[in-house]
T-cell receptor, first 112, second 115 residues
Framework: DGGITQSPKYLFRKEGQNVTLSCEQNLNHDAMYWYRQDPGQGLRLIYYSQIVNDFQKGDIAEGYSVSREKKESFPLTVTSAQKNPTAFYLC???????????FGNGTRLTVT | AQSVTQPDIHITVSEGASLELRCNYSYGATPYLFWYVQSPGQGLQLLLKYFSGDTLVQGIKGFEAEFKRSQSSFNLRKPSVHWSDAAEYFCAVGVNTGTASKLTFGTGTRLQVML
């Protein structure tokens, strides 16, 4: 079955460490997205990529970085510069144009 | 910039009762509107979408939504709620950036169903 795989489901890190969240899709979608979800704040866009080797900042990109070397993969690195990294991170993709987003099952990151 | 408001943070209904979740959007052009549902610890699943045409759209799991341009609303409804509908519901407005879209989400409404 086609879909989006995020791994791991739970991730724990110490403050000051960079951490990379994985997102892989086999839907052959062009565009991929990273959202951050905090209680009571809905989903906020971190980065998105419309094609390979290209990506744009979303609304809350500070302290995060991404790469898009392959169509299937869009990893997110949470750097030590992100002041409040503990959150639920969701990866999504869509085919093209204004189509519905398809979401992965998320990674819950806890930084202590 | 577009925005979405879901005025109800938490709603509780009895099983079998009707449901309406409110969503108001702000966008200068014709909006693309979506409703998603999220179970705890999971990703979001699309319930329905509105792009154009008939303002009453049908979705999965017996949900429907009505687009009212004059009120800038896209409320989600279900005639009879089931216990399995307990979840968090998000309304979103989409903007076409050319080759992809950007979705702006509301803050969500958590639905509790009493048996």
């Amino acid at each position: 079955d086609g879909g989006i795989t995020q791994s791991p489901k739970y991730l724990f890190r110490k403050e000051g460490q960079n951490v990379t969240l994985s997102c892989e899709q086999n839907l052959n979608h062009d565009a991929m997205y990273w959202y951050r979800q905090d209680p009571g704040q809905g989903l906020r866009l971190i980065y998105y990529s419309q094609i390979v080797n290209d990506f744009q900042k979303g609304d809350i990109a500070e302290g995060y970085s991404v790469s898009r070397e392959k169509k299937e993969s869009f990893p997110l690195t949470v750097t030590s510069a992100q002041k409040n990294p503990t959150a639920f991170y969701l990866c999504a993709s869509l085919d093209r144009g204004v189509s519905p987003l398809h979401f992965g099952n998320g990674t819950r990151l806890t930084v202590t | 910039a577009q925005s979405v408001t879901q005025p109800d943070i938490h709603i509780t209904v009895s099983e079998g009762a009707s449901l309406e979740l409110r969503c108001n959007y702000s966008y200068g052009a014709t909006p693309y509107l979506f409703w998603y549902v999220q179970s705890p610890g999971q990703g979001l699943q699309l319930l329905l979408k509105y792009f154009s045409g008939d303002t009453l759209v049908q979705g999965i799991k017996g949900f429907e939504a009505e687009f009212k341009r004059s009120q800038s609303s896209f409320n989600l409804r279900k005639p009879s709620v089931h216990w399995s509908d307990a979840a968090e519901y998000f309304c979103a407005v989409g903007v076409n950036t050319g080759t992809a879209s950007k979705l702006t989400f509301g803050t969500g409404t958590r639905l509790q169903v009493m048996l």
